[in-house]
């Protein structure tokens, strides 16, 4: 099964890389695919790489989501 997953920019980095932060967690990611993405904002993530960009509110209901089907334990942090 693949999942793909909204995350948050936290940090840009060169050369369509960013830091991305979810549940507490940081991961460098690429934004190759992703036009004008600055921090703050939410994209969805598969397999390390930014696929589009999500509005912050569709990121919080769909991590909500997530976090009721006990994917995202740690959905408090991410609200961060």
Do not use: Q
Not at 46 to 56: I, P
């Amino acid at each position: 099964m693949c999942l793909a997953i909204p995350v948050k920019i936290t940090r840009l980095l060169d050369g369509d890389r960013a830091l991305a932060s979810v549940g507490g967690i940081i991961r460098e990611i690429s934004i190759a695919l992703v036009d004008d993405v600055s921090v703050g904002d939410y994209v969805i993530l598969h397999v390390g790489y930014a696929l589009s960009k999500l509005d912050e509110a569709e990121a919080e209901r769909t991590l909500a989501m997530m976090g009721d089907v006990g994917l995202m334990e740690a959905h408090d942090e991410i609200r961060g």
